[in-house]
Nanobody, 126 residues
Framework: QVQLVESGGGLVQAGGSLRLSCTAS????????MGWFRQAPGKERELVAA????????YYTGSLKGRFTISRDNAKNTVYLQMNSLKPEDTAVYYC???????????????????WGQGTQVTVSS
């Protein structure tokens, strides 16, 4: 069992940056692959980025690669999402998710994740 708490959301102007953090409870954070998802009003939840247990493997939804960076610090039980050059269409609730992993895989399907945070709102004004 793991509990996830996101932070770092807020209101930012287009072109600005935000860094989201997700801190997990428990002592086995390094055994979980992690992902960041987002959900805009009226839209389905979608993958933003994912990272393997070690952090060596990452995946980004195509249109976001180059603007967003996922990373993790297993010593701090925390996964990060650095978001640069933000656009109004990035406005959404951002969720952190975790899944138990026995390999170095990166998980890109929403259904692969067992644990979810409560979400943090990111609003980008034009």
């Amino acid at each position: 069992q793991v509990q996830l708490v996101e932070s770092g959301g807020g209101l930012v102007q287009a072109g600005g940056s935000l860094r989201l953090s997700c801190t997990a409870s428990g002592r086995t954070f390094s055994s979980y692959a992690m992902g960041w998802f987002r959900q805009a009003p009226g839209k389905e939840r979608e993958l933003v980025a994912a990272i393997s247990r070690s952090g060596l493997g990452t995946y980004y939804t195509g249109s976001l690669k180059g603007r967003f960076t996922i990373s993790r610090d297993n010593a701090k039980n925390t996964v990060y999402l650095q978001m640069n050059s933000l656009k109004p269409e990035d406005t959404a609730v951002y969720y952190c998710a975790a899944t138990s992993a026995t390999s170095s895989s990166v998980y890109i399907r929403l259904g692969s994740y067992n644990y979810w945070g409560q979400g943090t709102q990111v609003t980008v004004s034009s």
